[in-house]
């Protein structure tokens, strides 16, 4: 008798408690960095790593050198 309503009682927690809070997913609250709204406000302030930015600037026409 114990039994039956134990399953019963497991059973009924499970379907009921489905819906409220399950488990954990990590994942759907990883953020990944900064997003486009940020950007956006930022974009005149955040100054760019020294590996983004050129050593040097060429500017020559390629199309003009000829082997």
Sequence with gaps: MWRDVSKILVNLRR?????FGGAYRPD????????PKWHAK???FVAKPASARP???VS???AGHRA
């Excluded at 379907?15 to 819906?19: E, V």
């Excluded at 759907?28 to 997003?35: A, E, V």
């Design 15 to 19: 379907t009921l408690g489905a819906g």
């Design 28 to 35: 759907l609250h990883y953020m990944r960095g900064p997003g």
């Design 42 to 44: 930022h974009a005149g």
């Design 55 to 57: 050593s040097h600037v």
């Design 60 to 62: 020559h026409d390629i």
